[in-house]
């Protein structure tokens, strides 16, 4: 499977920007999909997870209420709306598949290039 992100950009504290990830190559609708993101010099972090139906989401704590995933499994795409960015948000975004639903970046399988968000005045 590969994945491709876009969507990213710069953006003042408390705008919006929507990511996608769009998937091709391989079974997309049959994979847990989910949401990382890693600042300079700090480990990739879990930020929203959906399942293969989208029936079951998670979110990190520090984006609940500002953040939705979502997908659309006709279009092989998974999507991250973010509201009220803030600077903290600050990262590269990445996109990966796997077959469990999981917040454990070891647990995914398939990775994206990922896409910078940069929250500043």
């Known amino acids: 499977v590969q994945l491709v992100e876009s969507g990213g950009g710069l953006v003042q504290p408390g705008g919006s920007l929507r990511l996608s990830c769009a998937a091709s190559?391989?079974?997309?609708?049959?994979?847990?999909m989910g949401w990382f993101r890693q600042s300079s010099g700090e480990e990739r972090e879990f930020v929203a997870a959906?399942?293969?139906?989208?029936?079951?989401?998670y979110y990190r704590d520090s984006v609940k209420g500002r953040f939705t995933i979502s997908r659309d499994n006709g279009k092989n795409t998974v999507y991250l709306q973010t509201n009220r960015l803030k600077p903290e948000d600050t990262a590269v975004y990445y996109c990966?598949?796997?077959?469990?639903?999981?917040?454990?970046?070891?647990?995914?399988?398939?990775w994206g290039q990922g896409t910078q968000v940069t929250v500043s005045s």
């Open positions: 959906i399942s293969w139906r989208g029936g079951n989401t």
């Open positions: 990966a598949a796997g077959s469990i639903f999981t917040t454990d970046v070891y647990q995914y399988t398939y």
């Open positions: 190559g391989g079974s997309f609708s049959t994979y847990n």
